[in-house]
């Protein structure tokens, strides 16, 4: 069989681009290593998958050049995806909190099954529990190593689409090959690390997260670069919850994190208003309405909790409203790639064309996705992206 391209990996990105390119005319292979399609697609979102945000922007990436987004989300937006997922799928999104939409159904697998579907309609071949071992540059593309029902075979093309993902969740065929062959290309790659990750405790302080494990905070989490306000986690080794995952594509290592524990109110006007009522309440009955009682007795750790409000001293308000407001973390490091949702770094964006996604310098040779160093925040901005960047390359190929 000749086939325009070969497309290796049947994730978001690599789904979208085979489909599209069908939906033309053009006549592709997809290589995927798991034993069916789209395994990311289907655990996302607790298995719900939150399949595109309504309020994506290039600002809610991270990238050593978010501006290059401006190119892809010109040629395929939310409107596309939303479009595209109810034309072809009868799948109509329902938003929850922050833009995210999810599939009125609440199933991941109604999104795999739009792609599957198509795949069978426009006749691009699939092929499944299938591991290309190497790629290698020839006059008229490239040629392909690929094992398969334990044999392996060579297969040639005019152009391939590295859509293989990152690093993140080993047990469902992450590896570094898009990264390879990037380096055996000579691509200049961005330092990769995890995102959007829960971050770890150790030390003096580690027991007393532990013990607070299962409580869920509002909180506002800032580091000096960005902040985000979401729920917060407390762990048996640290912190997670979507503020915390938000914070970790920023974070670096032996960088501080500050939480405001009480965002939508401030502990100054709370004080002020028990001082005139009498001030008869302790500290821990005054946070009570805020906090789990778990966590009002473990802020004793921190603040004279039985200390009544009418006994405050300046440097006691100062404390309280100090912890609460600016309650300071240094995490040791983070859960890494078996619990990030996401790679950070990849293939820097400076040697791809921004419209197509094709490698400058390795005519034929595509990027999309996770590979590439364009990471989104938590909430459907990573699918956008891949949906998008299937979506270029498609017409190029």
């Known amino acids: 069989m000749t086939y325009d391209a070969i497309i290796i990996g049947a994730g978001a990105c690599g789904l979208m681009c085979a489909v599209q390119a069908g939906l033309l005319g053009k006549k592709t292979l997809l290589i995927e290593r798991n034993d069916k399609p789209g395994a990311k697609i289907l655990i996302s979102g607790g298995g719900r998958c939150n399949y595109t945000n309504l309020h994506t922007r290039t600002e809610n990436f991270v990238s050593e050049n978010p501006d290059f987004l401006n190119g892809a989300f010109a040629q395929w937006t939310v409107d596309d995806t939303v479009n595209f997922f109810a034309n072809f799928g009868d799948i109509h999104g329902e938003e929850k909190t922050l833009g995210q939409l999810f599939p009125s159904t609440n199933k991941a697998k109604d999104i795999v099954a739009v792609f599957t579907k198509l795949l ?11 591991l290309v071992t190497a790629v290698d540059k020839e006059d008229n593309g490239y040629v392909l190593r690929v094992e398969r029902n334990g044999k392996v075979q060579e297969l040639r093309t005019p152009k391939l689409v590295l859509a293989s993902g990152g690093l993140p969740v080993a047990k469902l065929g992450a590896s570094d090959f898009a990264l390879r062959v990037a380096r055996k290309f000579d691509l200049d790659l961005v330092a990769t690390a995890p995102a959007l990750v829960p971050l770890t405790i150790t030390g003096k302080d580690a027991d007393w997260y532990a013990s607070l494990a299962g409580n869920s905070v509002f909180a506002r989490v800032s580091t000096d670069a960005i902040t985000f306000e979401e729920n917060i986690l407390f762990t048996h080794w640290g912190l997670s919850g979507p503020a915390i995952l938000q914070i970790s594509s920023y974070w670096r290592a032996g960088q501080q994190i500050s939480i405001d524990l009480l965002p939508q109110h401030r502990l100054d006007d709370l004080i002020k208003e028990e001082r005139a009522a009498g001030g008869k309440r302790t500290i821990g009955q005054l946070l009570s309405p805020f906090f789990t009682k778990k966590m009002v007795e473990a802020l004793a750790k921190f603040l004279p ?31 890494g790639y078996d619990k990030a949702e996401v790679m950070r770094g990849g293939v820097a964006t400076h040697e791809l064309n921004p419209r197509t996604l094709e490698a400058k310098k390795v005519p034929g040779l595509y990027f999309g996705g996770e590979a590439v ?25």
């Open 120 to 130: 069978y309609e426009t006749q691009q071949d699939i092929w499944l529990n299938s």
């Open 305 to 335: 909790i039985q200390l009544k409000v009418a006994s405050l001293s300046k440097a006691d308000a100062k404390l309280i409203n100090e912890t609460i407001h600016q309650f300071k973390v240094k995490p040791a490091g983070d859960k």
């Open 373 to 397: 160093d364009i990471t989104g925040w938590l909430g459907g901005y990573n699918f956008q992206w891949a949906w998008a960047a299937g979506y270029l390359i498609a017409q190029d190929l």
